[in-house]
């Protein structure tokens, strides 16, 4: 498995951004395609974005399309979510994961998951 570290959640007001960072070590980082998923105070965990391993792909939830980024430095080990214009709805754990198989929206593809770093967006 791959091990994750998330950084760069913090409070932020409503239209501000913010830079998560997630930093993989174990298995080889650039194999697996990584995502991003929330999860607000009872509510599901929810997916957010995903990028392809050689970063040629990407994905995005409708909620954050046009406002998050996902982007990927296999050198560095590392994947991003750039997160701009945020909103209150926004407000919620962010994880980061790297995927195993099957659907990439779901959280059951993913088999290594970081510990989450929390995002607050005020009105």
């Known amino acids: 498995q791959v091990q994750l570290v998330e950084s760069g959640g913090g409070l932020v007001q409503s239209g501000g951004s913010l830079r998560l960072s997630c930093a993989a070590s174990?298995?080889?980082?650039?194999?697996?395609?990584m995502g991003w998923f929330r999860q607000a105070p009872g509510k599901e965990r929810e997916f957010v974005a995903v990028?392809?391993?050689?970063?040629?792909?990407?994905y995005y939830a409708d909620s954050v399309k046009g406002r998050f980024t996902i982007s990927r430095d296999n050198a560095k080990n590392t994947v991003y979510l750039q997160m701009n214009s945020l909103k209150p709805e926004d407000t919620a754990v962010y994880y980061c994961?790297?995927?195993?198989?099957?659907?990439?929206?779901?959280?059951?593809?993913?088999?290594?998951w970081g510990q989450g770093t929390q995002v607050t967006v005020s009105s």
């Open positions: 994961a790297a995927r195993d198989t099957g659907s990439i929206y779901s959280p059951l593809s993913y088999d290594s």
């Open positions: 174990g298995r080889t980082f650039s194999k697996p395609a």
């Open positions: 990028i392809s391993w050689n970063a040629y792909s990407t």
